[in-house]
């Protein structure tokens, strides 16, 4: 994971308390949304257990907090595409329909939509959000030329803008309905 961490935890009993301020601050994004959940530590401190000094040994501040949960989304969902590349298919538009249901599960996260759709990604996030992109039309890539055996276009560009397009559709989707607009869906 790349991190936006004041210091990388080394113990399991650190790394434990990292992932407790992390979940917290997801359910802190579900239930009072983003603003309020950055206003201050108080919050994420009291949610996840954790002392002031623990807190502040790992985090500057809430919102480094959030640039790290969203760094850790992307980690899943680079974990995510990995899985789904393994994965056998019939044809291609079975590979398609798992594609497009694997990501709509990941639009349905209300945490997801809090940073990804609300515009709560820093800079450095929104940098990591289109290396993502980048890695998931590659291994898509990798996934459609062998269900189709070589026979399917396999010019990088295409897939990048394909993914970016598909990207947008699901933003547009999921921007106001929770459970994604089926028209765009």
């Known amino acids: 994971m790349a991190v936006a961490m004041r210091r990388v935890p080394l113990q399991e ?37 954790v002392s002031r000094g623990a807190f502040y040994n790992f985090f500057a501040s809430p919102e480094g907090v959030m640039e790290t949960l969203a760094l850790r989304v992307i980690d899943d969902l680079k974990r995510v595409t990995d899985e789904l590349v393994t994965r056998s298919f019939d044809s291609w ?23 990804w759709l609300r515009d709560h990604m820093s800079p450095r996030t929104a940098e990591a959000d289109q290396h993502l992109n980048t890695y998931i039309s590659q291994r898509l890539r990798e996934l459609f030329e062998r269900v189709t055996d070589g026979h399917i276009d396999t010019n990088p560009v295409r897939w990048r803008v394909a993914v970016e397009l598909f990207d947008y559709l699901l933003r547009l989707a999921f921007r106001h309905d929770p459970a994604g607009n089926p028209a765009f869906i």
């Open 93 to 115: 538009e079975q590979a398609t329909d798992a594609v497009i249901e694997t990501y709509l599960v990941v639009y349905r996260n209300p945490a997801v939509r809090q940073l």
């Open 13 to 49: 009993r650190s790394r434990e308390k990292v992932r407790r301020i992390l979940d917290a601050a997801e359910e802190l994004l579900i239930d009072v949304g983003y603003e309020a959940a950055v206003t201050s530590p108080v919050l994420l401190i009291e949610r996840s257990g």
